[in-house]
């Protein structure tokens, strides 16, 4: 099991920026970042595998790139260009495989999520 813990949520008007870090126990094939608002499902926003390879949903591009420190374990979201609609609690996650990387069903472990909360 891998233990993750995020950080750098907090409130934003929008058009500003933050940026999300995730320290995890471990290095895994593929980690992710998540959101999810209350009454709605968890929905995928950006992956990283180990070899670099990126995946981002479409109501991201552009705004939110993901990266990641293997030697320090570390993922990071920024996010730039914020709206109203990306108010959410963002979490961490890792698996082991490479496949669908933005559904949460094939992640393992997560972490404990950070509130976004951005303002118009």
């Known amino acids: 099991q891998v233990e993750l813990v995020e950080s750098g949520g907090g409130s934003v008007q929008a058009g500003g920026s933050l940026r999300l870090s995730c320290v995890a126990s471990?290095?895994?094939?593929?980690m992710g970042w998540f959101r999810q608002v209350p009454g709605k499902e968890r929905e995928g926003v950006a992956a990283?595998?180990?070899?670099?390879?990126?995946t981002y949903a479409d109501s991201v591009k552009g705004r939110f790139a993901v990266s990641q420190d293997q030697f320090k374990n570390t993922l990071w979201l920024q996010m730039n260009n914020l709206k109203p609609e990306d108010t959410a609690t963002y979490y961490c996650?890792?698996?082991?495989?490479?496949?669908?990387?933005?559904?949460?069903?094939?992640?393992?472990?997560w972490g404990q999520g950070t509130l976004v909360t951005v303002s118009s």
């Open positions: 996650a890792a698996k082991w495989g490479w496949s669908d990387p933005l559904d949460p069903g094939m992640y393992n472990d």
């Open positions: 471990a290095n895994t094939a593929c």
């Open positions: 990283i595998t180990s070899a670099g390879r990126t």
